[in-house]
């Protein structure tokens, strides 16, 4: 397979998530991709991804925030979003954050910093996107929407829309180093 050159953006963001989603359609229609995973917290992206992408053959699979993630027991996904998602066949994974869940509350209750947001932190040194990316596929092969022993594209972003998309090959969480980045077809350049 050809490589093409990495999108690079200057800034992360939404505004991104359009030349974002055409770098992973770009990569769908070179082949040997049939799995499509995609960080959406409102499932705006996850739709947005479904219109473009929908078509070229890629399982879409929307991996929200876990619920409470902002306040409560409160649900992001929009329920409007979430029926079109589940008309359109796409599997939506709410599951506890591979990469914090308890983790997160241990050191915001005690202070300090365990082993697992080292690892979100080091990721993140490639933008917040990259570390989005590699969490939600683990959260998608922990939940049995994508597989472990072929190569998925993974679209996440800095807060909202997308910005980064890269071609992994997945994980589940107890064997979490055994995850690689085959690919990065798009990140921001500061963030």
């Known amino acids: 397979m050809e490589s093409s050159p990495i999108v690079i953006f200057e800034q992360p963001g939404p505004g991104n998530t359009s030349r974002a989603i055409e770098a992973a359609g770009r990569r769908l229609a070179c082949g040997g991709i049939e799995h499509v995973v995609v960080a959406s917290s409102t499932g705006e992206t996850a739709l947005v991804c479904f219109g473009a992408l929908g078509s070229q053959g890629g399982r879409i699979v929307c991996v929200t925030h876990h619920v409470g993630f902002r306040a409560g027991d ?89 910005d980064t998309v890269v071609v992994l090959r997945a994980a589940h969480m107890n064997r979490f180093f055994d995850l690689r980045i085959r690919e990065i077809l798009a990140k921001p350049r500061a963030w």
């Open 74 to 162: 409160e649900f992001e996904l929009d329920p409007t979003r979430a029926a079109a998602l589940r008309e359109a066949g796409i599997p939506i994974v709410t599951a506890t954050h591979a990469l914090s869940g308890v983790s997160r509350s241990i050191s915001s209750t005690f202070g300090g910093t365990t082993p697992v947001e080292v690892v979100a932190h080091t990721l993140r040194l490639f933008g917040q996107g990259m570390k989005v990316c590699v969490e939600i596929a683990v959260m998608a092969a922990d939940s049995g929407a994508i597989p472990t022993d072929r190569d998925v594209l993974a679209i996440g972003g800095s807060g909202r829309g997308a």
